[in-house]
């Protein structure tokens, strides 16, 4: 069954329908479903819309919140008979950056619990930094980590596309 189907990234701006894409990806496979989210709810607004994606997910579907440490989370949940997604790669970027981790170090290892997975993984990531320079330090460093996580995970993933209007584009393919 799905172990031996490969791990897949889906890259998108905002609202470019890349979570529904990708869970839609997971939920034709057989076996267990396991949401691994990385976002964390600073305000209501933020509650309301993890409130609505939660009800939007079937049954099928368990959910782990897991805002640092992803790697563990994937290789504590990955089995051969589970689809583990991943959503999403840019706010873990933002949270590993809040907690002043290192994002390098922290790549190196989701790379690893990518290679040492049971089962498929699906990583769902912003394409961030196609608008003007920033003008702060900050939003200039977050650029770069963001683009840097989705070069490191689209060299390691057997497959990735790119979301534009609820639109798949495939830049990497398994054939
Ligand atoms: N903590 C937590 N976060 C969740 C949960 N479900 C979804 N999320 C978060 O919701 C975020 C995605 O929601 P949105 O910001 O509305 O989607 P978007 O990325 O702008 O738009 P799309 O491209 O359409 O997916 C992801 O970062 C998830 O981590 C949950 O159950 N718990």
Request: proline fraction near 4%.
């Amino acid at each position: 069954m799905s172990s031996a189907l490969p791990h897949l990234l889906v890259l998108g701006g905002a609202r470019s329908g890349k979570s529904r894409f990708a869970q839609g990806r997971a939920e034709v496979l057989t076996g267990k479903l396991v949401y691994l989210a990385t976002a964390q709810a600073f305000d209501d607004e933020m509650r309301q819309r993890i409130e609505l994606h939660r009800a939007d997910r079937s049954p099928r579907w368990s959910t782990v919140e897991a805002p640092l440490d992803l790697a563990e989370a994937i290789t504590a949940y990955s089995t051969p008979e589970t689809v583990v997604l991943v959503d999403c790669l840019t706010l873990w970027a933002s949270n590993l950056m809040l907690a002043e981790r290192d994002t390098a170090t922290a790549t190196e290892g989701l790379a690893r619990s990518l290679s040492t997975a049971r089962g498929p993984v699906i990583l769902v990531a912003n394409e961030v930094g196609l608008g003007i320079v920033p003008d702060n330090a900050l939003a200039r460093r977050f650029r770069d980590v963001a683009g840097r996580i989705n070069q490191e995970m689209a060299a390691v993933v057997e497959e990735a596309v790119i979301m534009y209007a609820g639109l798949p584009l495939t830049l990497k393919s398994k054939g």
